[in-house]
């Protein structure tokens, strides 16, 4: 007979290694490294521009930290989120993980809460951000990160395409009737008027802006069947029936409206703040304007979105960890960030740094249109899975658009999956 | 008699016994580096992964033993499992016959009279060897509605194609389509290869008994390469089985759930949901299917692939 048991030895500490990896998770990147602590700051990129910009703010921080060793990491947008799971299974997550806002819910158990204290050591001062905005960052009123910018919902519209048409330009404070005639003008044999989307708040802020109501009621619950809401999501997806609206080719289109206006094929888009540089500066070569959310009766509901930096909850040195966010955050830093056009900042004293990147002719416009998109805002209420219950129905949104569900099926199922 | 035997069988074995010792010991040193390797890469994930499935695992956090819960769950309650399975199942039963008919008739018309054989043999293989990604590329660009096909047929005849990637039917058509599309120049390799082994000597006495066209191929040709035919569908099987990068970069598994197949089904569990469990529950699902659907191959394989010549 064979003797087994050395083989099983050998497999039983193969075991034990393999096991006693998975065991001891690294401390997301502290280590004591010559004296110098090492703080790894995990952040999405999505091109090199975006990483040169993520260096430059590395470069402060560095400046400003001189004993700590920081690192950079960086994936794609879609795909952060992915690593980041993977990195939370093996405990693995960088000390200043960058999160935002429309996905704490899900993730809030692998921050460190901050208190007066965490601040402190930070050296941040609420009252240096914009009003509101730490509510970015906050889940059940407990505060996980500080924000880097705030974001709220426009439509960006095609200039060319409306003088081409004579159809006249939307104006802050326009109304849901002047944006379906404006979807009917600017719509041609060549292009249409309005690009549809499946992602996110891309296709949700006018349902919200119209019915006045979130998918998540003031208690938390998810509330997409509501009857205000779901009218509201009819009308939006009326804008394709009618042949107004340019519709994803596929599931797999998550950015279809966005892309098809900074494309110059469609006339209007929705997309967030964080763009408007990106749209003013098309390649396509056309004139790019932005508005405000149509209102209805005289009323709007925006949304305040943004991203901000946390500290992971299993940091091994958090005091470090904590220096580098208030830097990351600093005005410097948020200077930069401004200056850069990048993204509209979170703190207050940056803020006019942003319209001061802009060219001269579209400054005041720009300006006139984040004032009205801030004003009278309300903080996003999300569900600890918000993000499975958009990823859940993008997919199925593309089925209303092609006409073989519609809009209220596919909230209801949703709600029914998710809301218990 | 007995006894004696026996006394002089008693120290023989025992000597063979230390030899053999001795190299179970020699021999146990030379496969532990590739016995560590399959340990902490395969079995620890494997045995893993059967725990993680009767776990309620979330990504991280606290994990909860729920027994066969997750499997109850998927075949019960689950509103995209059996849409994931049935898509799978279409998926195959469409793209292995259709790969396995063109990858053939492609290695057959390519036969040793065509001339510039080989440059046609690299040129169906490119797709093979171009990443996925550009190939569902350039496929999205063919089939949206602003895309070369709806242009072409709508400037020409005045005709417009579905969309084709939005419609329930259309979308996994589509997926087979560009997916043979990407696969066949692989088959065609392995048939090319066999097609040359074919022996003259039994080809020649076909050809002397009056063997020709249809009749030669199909009670020739196709037995003598059935053993070809054999590993093709078995790997083809396998592989559409596991079908995830074309319908994930062509479809996003839509419209609805149309194109989602088990594998996208296991990841959007696992790394969107963060269900590991539930993922982990899917994916022995699969495997089970996959074991299951190979093993009755093999069996059926003795009623026709012929190995003698």
Same mark, same amino acid.
């Given at each position: ?16 290694? /393999? ?11 502290? #280590? ?68 935002? +806002? ?20 930070? +050296? ?224 207050? #004293? ?71 | ?17 230390? &030899? ?34 009767l776990f309620d695992w979330p990504a991280w956090g606290d994990r909860e033993f729920i027994g066969f +819960? ?37 290695? &057959? ?41 709806? +242009? ?61 066209g249809a009749q030669m191929f199909f009670r020739v040709t196709l037995p003598l390469l059935s053993p ?66 190979? /093993? ?14």
């Amino acid at each position: 007979m064979m003797n087994t048991r050395p083989l099983v030895a050998v497999v039983a500490a193969g075991a034990a290694v /393999a096991l006693a990896a998975c065991g001891t998770p690294s401390s997301g990147g502290t #280590s004591s490294d010559g004296g110098k602590f090492t703080v790894v700051w995990d952040m999405w990129a999505s091109g090199e521009s975006d990483v040169e910009a993520l260096e430059a703010q590395l470069a402060i921080a560095r400046e400003e930290n001189p004993d700590i060793d920081i690192q950079l990491k960086h994936a794609p947008w879609d795909d952060y989120f992915t690593k980041l799971t993977t990195n939370l299974a093996s405990g693995d997550v960088a000390c200043v993980t960058s999160m935002n +806002g429309q996905r704490l819910s899900g993730y809030h158990e692998a921050f460190l809460p901050l208190t007066e204290e965490e601040l402190a050591t930070a +050296g941040i001062d609420p009252d240096d951000f914009a009003a509101g905005s730490f509510d970015i960052m906050s889940h059940d009123g407990t505060l996980y990160g500080i924000p880097y910018d705030v974001a709220a919902m426009l439509v960006y519209y095609n200039k060319d395409m409306f003088a081409e048409t004579g159809t006249p330009e939307p104006e802050v404070g326009w109304t849901f009737d002047d944006f379906d005639a404006a979807a009917e003008g600017t719509t041609t044999d060549e292009h249409h008027g309005f690009g549809m989307s499946i992602g996110e708040f891309q296709w949700m802020s006018l349902p919200i802006a119209r019915s006045g109501k979130q998918p998540v009621d003031e208690s938390g619950a998810l509330a997409l069947d509501d009857p205000e809401f779901a009218d509201a999501a009819e009308w939006y997806v009326d804008i394709a029936d009618k042949g107004f609206g340019s519709v994803p080719p596929s599931a797999a289109e998550t950015g279809w409206g966005e892309q098809e206006y900074q494309a110059g094929n469609v006339a209007m888009a929705i997309d967030g703040t964080w763009n408007a540089a990106t749209y003013l500066g098309n390649e396509a070569g056309f004139d790019a304007g932005m508005v405000d959310l149509p209102s209805q009766d005289g009323e709007h509901l925006g949304l305040v979105l943004g991203s901000g930096y946390g500290i992971s909850a299993d940091c091994a040195d958090k005091e470090a960890a904590l220096k580098v966010l208030g830097s990351l955050v600093g005005e410097d830093a948020q200077n930069l960030i401004a200056s850069s056009g990048r993204s509209y900042p979170a703190r207050t #004293s940056s803020q006019p740094l942003y319209f001061g990147s802009l060219d001269e002719g579209v400054r005041d416009e720009v300006e006139a249109t984040f004032e009205a998109a801030f004003t009278g805002v309300q903080g996003q209420r999300s569900t600890d899975d918000w993000a499975q219950i958009n990823e859940a129905m993008s997919p199925q949104i593309i089925s209303v658009y092609t006409g073989d569900t519609t809009i209220g099926d596919v909230l209801g199922q949703t709600q029914q999956q998710f809301g218990e | 008699m007995t006894s004696i035997s026996v006394a002089e069988a008693a120290p023989r074995r025992r000597g063979r016994g230390e &030899l053999g010792k001795a190299e179970s010991r020699q021999a146990l040193g030379f496969i532990t580096p590739a016995l560590a390797g399959l340990t902490v890469f395969t079995v620890v994930p494997v045995v893993l992964s059967v725990a993680m499935s009767l776990f309620d695992w979330p990504a991280w956090g606290d994990r909860e033993f729920i027994g066969f +819960g997750n499997y109850v769950d998927l075949f019960t309650s689950h509103p995209d499992f059996w849409p994931a399975l049935r898509n799978s199942a279409v998926f195959t039963l469409l793209f292995v016959p259709l790969n396995l008919v063109v990858s053939l008739g492609l290695a &057959l018309l390519l036969g040793p009279r065509i001339r510039g054989r080989a440059a046609f043999r690299v040129l169906f293989f490119i797709p093979v060897v171009t990443p996925m990604v550009a190939n569902v590329l350039v496929w999205r660009m063919l089939l949206q509605p602003n895309g070369l096909f709806n +242009g072409v047929t709508t400037a020409a005849f005045d005709l417009t194609l579905p969309s084709f990637l939005n419609h329930p039917q259309w979308a996994m058509v589509m997926v087979v389509i560009m997916s043979v599309w990407q696969g066949m120049g692989y088959n065609m390799l392995i048939f090319c290869a066999a097609i040359e082994q074919l022996p003259e000597s039994v080809l020649e006495a076909a050809r002397i008994d009056g063997a020709r066209g249809a009749q030669m191929f199909f009670r020739v040709t196709l037995p003598l390469l059935s053993p070809a035919v054999f590993f093709t569908t078995v790997m083809t099987m396998i592989s559409s089985m596991q079908v995830f990068a074309q319908p994930q970069l062509l479809t996003g598994g839509g419209p609805g759930n149309a194109t989602l197949p088990m594998v996208m089904f296991i990841y959007e569990q696992a790394f969107t949901f963060q269900q590991m469990g539930l993922a982990a529950a899917a994916a022995w699902v699969l495997f089970a299917v996959i074991i299951g659907l190979t /093993a009755l191959q093999f069996r059926a394989q003795r009623r026709w692939v012929h190995y003698e010549v």
